[in-house]
């Protein structure tokens, strides 16, 4: 059929311009999707062209989903706004091994209570290295997109994502929610990453590093017209929010996708247990280099959503799902250096200088080498040809040492035992095997690195302010402390400092700058506390902190309390599940520090730090209350009773005070329900937390 047999319609334009949509999305699904064109491109470019015309001519009839506003369209937003994601977009586990695979599939049927030999179904799909996205529809129809972001808040991309031709704009088919929120990965093909670095070079720009790198340079491009111009593709793998469930096993999920237009990796497959896993992952390996684009493993899934439910997610992490990474890719090179850098709690930590070699499609230059035991233990040395490998094709590393090939000359390296930034003392402590700068906040090293983390992008991320600028304005003297962040705009207003004159800066650029910062002057506690830095705290135990302690002011007077390790204090400390003696330690001595007690002070000066509420169910008869858990339970695992108890609010622990609410006892119970008779703490059996729970 050509442009000229189409009918012309004499009716309103509204009746036109919504034919000449159905068309272009049904030529774009056969072109794209399906690659089996029905029209030419010049036919498809006359309607096209007809299209804009008579939207041009009624402004009113334009919508986000018309194929107008995709490819070609000179769309140019000015940032990126952030957007919140109505499910947070959870990152993988990871398994290296088939004992990692059994021992994941063992966890399952533990935490849901299941025989041993139970079989545990699983959708195996590739894992596609490239970039995740989030779409959300409504009524069917394209209305926002997503990068992942820090998993909870992401950038919005939705111009961008709205060029890559094989994404329906408008959801075809059955049993579609009304909003239904569609994550997959953005990537690049090996031939169209080629013919993009061909062209980068004969435009004399820089080449991209590899397809991962292209395709997120490609989306974040503030002309969406850049986007439109290159061939990014697009696989649906989950959904995240849905109004209404419309199916019962992820599988049936990839088969809605495909029902309802959304391109799908044709390998995913249903494996009934670990035999047919490992040989989906052998067959997979084998078939890796011919796949046309890139992937660092396979993503294993539990088939049955009422158990992903169950299972829910520990961390950052589900626990219905892992990541089976491929081996790392290796190469030889030469070590020229090893300097040893500081970093932000001081610890000392050798890197060795390489010369560059392609590991994996990306160039390396440096290779962690972990601690000075380790150094020992390969006898590491300048000069020395070494095997370098990139963990789990991200984290270059260096496995040994072609001792056929070291030099007559060479001698073991001698690791310091004084800071090389700040020449303090580099103790090491026994039993551990981290060597520390004891010069604190006076070296310079622990300091600028302990506000490249407060800015880091699960801790305050603001934008604008990266690792490259705090450096810059650490080095000028101008942020010195956190809370020199957000006296900035004070100072400058002040005419005491002058941020726009500075090289790299401008008026726009500090402005930005000012409305990013104030954008963060309100905090949640969580993010507040992993933004401290403090020894062994991350993500995971500032959450379970925050969700303890409920305030700022409450968790830092408890942990000021607690330095008296024969205080209650301490002792609520060591209850809270997940800290032990030396993480309760790290933050005893953290808040008895006159410094850090400053720190804190002055940040609460300028900042609104919000006390830690629960998002899944609020307002709940477990909404804050502590819960600890005693004997055997019948009807549910203990790791399955902790996670309902956690997603309804509560706090669990792991011993009874006068500050526990209820003690949930199962058979054999012990001297835990005794002490909790003698405490006056509400005693249930498993049938009355079932009830409560419920």
Known sequence: MTAEELPLFATSPVARVSELRRLLHHHNQKYYAEDAPEMSDADYDALLRELQALEAANPALVTPDSPTQTVGAQSIVSDFAKVRHGIQMLSLGNAFSAEDIADFLQKIRRFLNLPDASAVEVVAEPKIDGLSANIRYEKGVFVQAATRGDGTEGEDITANLRTIKSIPHRLQGKNIPDIV?????????????????????????????????????????????????????????????????????????????????????????????????????????????????????????????????????????????????????????????????????GVLTPVALVEPVTVG??????????????????????????????????????????????????????????????????????????????????????????????????????????????????????????????????????????????????????????????????????????????????????????????????????????????????????????????????????????????????????LTILPHTETALNNTPLTGKTVVFTGTLQTMTRAEAKAKAEQAGAKVSSSISAQTDYVVAGEAAGSKEKKAKELGVTVLDEAGWTALVS
């Open 181 to 345: 929120e569609i994550r997959g990965e953005v990537f690049l093909s090996h031939a169209d990453f080629a013919a993009l670095n061909q062209q980068q070079a004969a435009q004399n720009k820089p080449l991209f590093a590899n397809p991962r790198n292209a395709a997120a340079g490609s989306l974040r491009q503030l002309d969406a017209s850049i986007t439109a111009s290159r061939p990014l593709q697009f696989f649906a793998y989950a959904t995240g929010l849905v109004s209404n469930p419309f199916a019962a096993t992820h599988a049936e999920i990839l088969t809605c996708f495909q029902a309802w237009g959304l391109p799908t990796n044709p390998r995913y497959t249903v494996c009934a247990n670990q035999q047919e896993i490992l040989a989906f992952y052998e067959r997979l390996f084998t078939d890796r280099a011919t796949l046309g684009y890139d992937i660092d493993g396979i993503v294993y899934k539990v088939n049955r959503l009422d158990w992903q439910e169950r299972l829910g997610t520990v961390s950052r992490s589900p626990r219905w799902a892992i990541a089976h990474k491929f081996p790392a890719q290796q190469a030889k090179t030469i070590v020229r250096e090893i300097i040893v850098q500081v970093g932000r709690t």
């Open 361 to 606: 499609g990306v160039v390396v230059s440096k290779a962690t080498l972990h601690n000075e035991d380790e150094i020992i233990r390969k006898d590491i040395r300048v000069g020395d040809t070494v095997f370098l490998e990139r963990a789990g094709d991200v984290i270059p590393k260096i496995t040994g040492v072609d001792l056929a090939q070291r030099l007559a000359t060479s001698t073991p390296f001698v690791f310091p035992e004084s800071c090389p930034v700040c020449g303090s003392i580099a103790s090491r402590n026994a039993g551990e095997v981290a060597r520390r700068c004891t010069g604190g906040l006076i070296c310079g090293a622990q300091t600028v690195q302990r506000l490249k983390h407060f800015i880091s992008r699960h801790a305050f991320d603001i934008e604008g302010l990266g690792a490259k600028e705090v450096e810059g304005l650490w080095q000028d003297k101008l942020i010195q402390t956190p809370a020199d962040i957000f006296t900035l705009e004070a100072r400058q207003q002040a005419g005491v400092i002058d941020l726009p004159h500075r090289k790299g800066w401008g008026e726009l650029s500090t402005q930005n700058l000012f409305a990013a910062i104030n954008e963060r002057r309100t905090i949640p506690l969580n993010r507040f506390i992993y933004a401290l830095g403090i020894a062994q705290v991350g993500e995971a135990t500032a959450k379970t902190l925050a969700k303890h302690y409920g305030t700022v002011e409450a968790w830092f007077s408890a942990l000021q309390t607690a330095f008296d390790t024969a205080s209650e204090a301490y002792q609520q400390l060591l209850s809270i599940d997940g800290i032990g003696v030396n993480m309760a330690n790290d933050l005893i001595t953290f808040a008895a520090e006159p410094h850090n007690q400053q720190v804190i002070a002055d940040l609460q000066q300028h």
